[in-house]
């Protein structure tokens, strides 16, 4: 790697334009090269749950992780850094430099809509996680991105919000995770599109301080995409990279302010040297390096697999699981998420994945040759229809089994045509004189009635089947999110009468203009069946077998990039649903298929209770494993589940005015309830295996100085009759104190696995920073001396191990 004398040599070859052009991007996903320094483009990608490469095509398919939360929910920083490393493998394979991950952004409030892509509620296990997913990164020549710094933690009015936080929560709380991952070496920060206390982030002081003077920060700082909105703030900042490109607010306005001395030259040279250093760690300054070989296709999906497990949260057991298939005849699997398992979040993040295995298929696959699985649907799900796809349509043109794309010019003439294989087309090609797109199918009902069909984009769309329209209409733009207008425009419905045995033609179209983005997606959804029929015939699956699986879950609409949720209710229809097969059948396991909290008022009806997440590609494979007893399930809360939403204590995701005041200060996740005297349904921290343990000694130092950090050791009994795995949580607690803490908080954790009856030791380092707070006054860290209570057990709410430390002053 180029040293910074060859760097600063570098930029002495380079003119005021040079430098400036450098500092916005080349494209939507590429950075400029500039050959006569020998300096070639950086490609970059989303990547919170896998590399999606350069463009939204589905015949460009990645391995597709568990969502963040269900990666978090493993507590295991080695599986993390074992999956970077295979995201790593995924971006040299498609040829990208820099992942756009780890989302750091915390829990704050159930209602959060991208809670699926950040990992925790906390803190400290955010910060370990997401410093695990960038050491695997990077660990193979792939840069890793901490993003959206900072206090980006919820969508509503997510580009202009202006969060209110006291310095002292900014420093404990959201900064945190960020702070740990530039510990971890992280290469890239992106600044988020909201305001801090009034200063929008891509020009805000704390792009400077602490993150690069107090942190060491030596990498890039790359804006949110369509962040930057000025010229002479931004620049100043410490903001190095506006993306995307070519377009935006630097590039000549850049120039124009260093000659006009409003902007030091000084600060463009940092910024391409910054720049220059990241593309000599990646390998594009200079000579080629080779990069090892990628990870080979079986080996990443076992990997994906185990991970599923490692995530699975089993919230309630009693005594239903593991099934045993040796004693099962038939299970019945219920609920169209069991079907069309959710294995991802909506939004800029999503991926086409390698191929998804429902969970359906995956419990088919484990029990078969030994047990009959009937799939029964159950109530239709809520929300618009999903993508045209090959078992529902058949390209008009060819007869093969999904969709004709076509441009057209304004006269109608066909410009370009192609196959695709659904309806989803976010990137139509751009073709000179293109003002239409258009998506045409010979549909192949699977059933008689009333089809609900549905198209998504802006501007006019039309809906045409066989020769008749069927929509028809202007549809302005009415946001500016880019996730919204490119990603998850609204989708516009429309009714037809459908019969078996024909194949109509429907004919989707949408002009282009300005500004609105280019996607289109066509829709597509069976007659629902009355909900009470189909709940009706569920129950009698269930009833006439061994054991039932029961799927319910959020819906696309529910948890996407863009927007919050306004309920955690899954439906009346949905826990309808589970009620009554739990009430036909003892030896019921509900399965929730979901990124955030969700309200389920029958938990205390079911035989058993397991949260599946947001799972990947791999989700019946590894929920099988779970469900069938190969594997324990592993999971453990990241964040707190309450009972209802009027029980959390922090829900407010709307500002007002334009303001959202994180008002709740320190006291945020399981913090927040322990200050309200509330219990949830579920604690922070919260799983359980297929075994069970006794804690029954915790032992440290009686006292230690102030600024050390130090270690305490949980003994505990596996009292089960199966090997298992137990996580041990350390809190700690200042009561008495002079300085306000939360009741508790997240200080360490550490894993140990045992055998039946056999004893383990659990040592967990408690870090120096888990005592110290951030003093307003003199704007620094102190730890106060003092008594401390040492807490341990299996969650924020059972903790049955206590040990008293007093903290010296040094």
Request: with cysteine.
């Amino acid at each position: 790697m180029a040293d910074e004398h060859e760097l600063d040599r570098l930029i002495d070859k380079l003119t005021l334009r040079a430098k400036a052009r450098l500092l916005t991007g080349a494209t939507t996903w590429r950075t400029v090269a500039e050959p006569a320094i020998g300096l070639r483009e950086l490609v970059l990608s989303d990547g919170p749950a896998g590399v999606r490469g350069q463009s939204w095509d589905e015949r460009h398919t990645a391995v597709l992780l568990p969502s963040a939360s269900a990666l978090a929910a493993g507590w295991d920083e080695q599986l993390v850094e074992e999956l970077g490393g295979l995201l790593a493998s995924e971006a040299r394979r498609k040829g990208v430099d820099v992942v756009l991950a780890p989302n750091l952004n915390l829990h704050r409030s159930p209602l959060g809509g991208r809670h699926f892509e950040c990992f925790s509620e906390d803190p400290e296990l955010a910060g370990r996680m997401g410093a695990a997913l960038v050491r695997g990164i990077q660990a193979h020549g792939v840069a890793a991105t901490a993003k959206h710094y900072v206090a980006n933690d919820s969508e509503t009015e997510r580009l202009t919000v202006d969060v209110r936080v006291d310095e002292r929560t900014l420093r404990e709380v959201y900064l945190a995770p960020f702070e740990a991952a530039v510990a971890a070496g992280v290469r890239l920060v992106m600044a988020g599109y909201n305001r801090v206390d009034g200063t929008t982030m891509t020009a805000h002081a704390l792009l400077t301080h602490p993150l690069k003077d107090e942190w060491g920060f030596d990498g890039l700082v790359v804006s949110d995409w369509g962040a930057v909105r000025d010229t002479q703030d931004t620049a100043r900042a410490g903001l190095d990279l506006v993306m995307p490109g070519p377009e935006g607010a630097w590039g000549e306005a850049l120039v124009r302010a260093v000659r006009q001395g409003r902007v030091a030259e000084s600060a463009v040279d940092d910024k391409v040297r910054r720049l220059l250093r990241l593309a000599a760690r990646c390998g594009a300054l200079g000579e080629r390096r080779p990069h090892g070989p990628a990870l080979r296709s079986r080996e990443a999906r076992s990997l994906a697999r185990r991970a599923v497990a490692a995530g699975a949260v089993l919230l309630v057991n009693r005594d239903v699981l593991p099934l045993e298939p040796d004693h099962l005849s038939t299970v019945a699997v219920i609920g169209t998420p069991a079907t069309r398992t959710r294995t991802q979040g909506g939004g800029s993040a999503g991926v086409f994945p390698q191929g998804e295995v429902s969970l359906l298929d995956g419990i088919r696959a484990g029990l078969r040759g030994r047990a009959r699985v009937v799939d029964v649907p159950g109530p239709a799900p809520d929300g618009p229809p999903p993508p045209l796809d090959t078992t529902l349509c058949a390209d008009p043109r060819s007869g093969v089994p999904g969709v004709l794309l076509r441009v057209l010019d304004a006269a109608g003439r066909e410009l370009h045509a192609e196959h695709r294989r659904g309806g989803r087309q976010l990137e139509p090609p751009l073709v000179p004189e293109a003002h239409t797109v258009e998506i045409s199918a010979r549909l192949h009902p699977r059933v008689s009635g009333p089809w609900t069909l549905g198209i998504a984009g802006f501007g006019r769309l039309a809906v045409h089947l066989d020769g008749r329209a069927l929509l028809d209409g202007v549809f302005d733009k009415d946001t500016d999110d880019p996730a919204i207008v490119h990603v998850t425009p609204p989708m516009r419905l429309a009714t037809a009468e459908l019969t078996v045995g024909t194949d109509p033609l429907l004919v989707a179209r949408r002009e282009l203009a300005p500004a609105t983005g280019r996607a289109l997606v066509v829709g597509a959804a069976p007659p629902a069946p009355d909900p009470a029929d189909a709940i009706a015939a569920a129950a009698r699956a269930a009833r006439a077998a061994d054991a039932a699986v029961v799927v319910v879950g959020t819906t696309q609409d529910g948890e996407c990039e863009g927007h919050d949720r306004t309920s955690l209710s899954l439906g009346p229809h949905q826990d309808a649903l589970v009620r009554a097969v739990a009430r036909a059948n003892p030896r019921t396991v509900a399965v929730v298929n979901s990124g955030g909290p969700v309200e389920m008022p029958w938990r205390d009806d079911v035989g058993a209770l397991l949260l599946a997440w947001f799972p990947g590609q791999e989700a019946g494979g590894g929920l099988a494993d779970v469900l069938l007893g190969r594997t324990e399930p592993g999971g453990r809360l990241p964040t707190t589940w309450p009972a209802t939403l009027v029980d959390a204590p922090v829900t407010d995701t709307r500002p007002v005015d334009g303001r959202l005041e994180y008002g709740e200060g320190l006291h945020v996740g399981h913090r927040a309830w322990l200050r309200g005297r509330r219990t949830p349904a579920y604690w922070f921290g919260h799983g359980l295996g297929y075994t069970t343990w006794a804690y029954e000694e915790i032992t440290g130092p009686a006292e230690i100085l102030a600024g050390d950090s130090f270690t305490v050791r949980v003994r505990l009994r596996n009292t089960g009759v199966r090997a298992g795995r137990e996580v041990v949580q350390v809190y700690l607690a200042r009561p008495g104190a002079a300085v306000e803490y939360p009741e508790r908080w997240l200080a360490g954790y550490a894993a140990e696995r045992a055998r039946p009856g056999e004893t383990v030791t659990a040592a967990v380092e408690i870090p120096a920073r888990s005592l110290r707070h951030w003093a307003v006054e003199t704007g620094g860290w102190r730890t106060e001396p003092g008594p401390c209570r040492v807490l341990a057990g299996r969650s924020a709410g059972d903790l049955p191990l206590a040990l008293e430390v007093v903290v010296r002053p040094r």
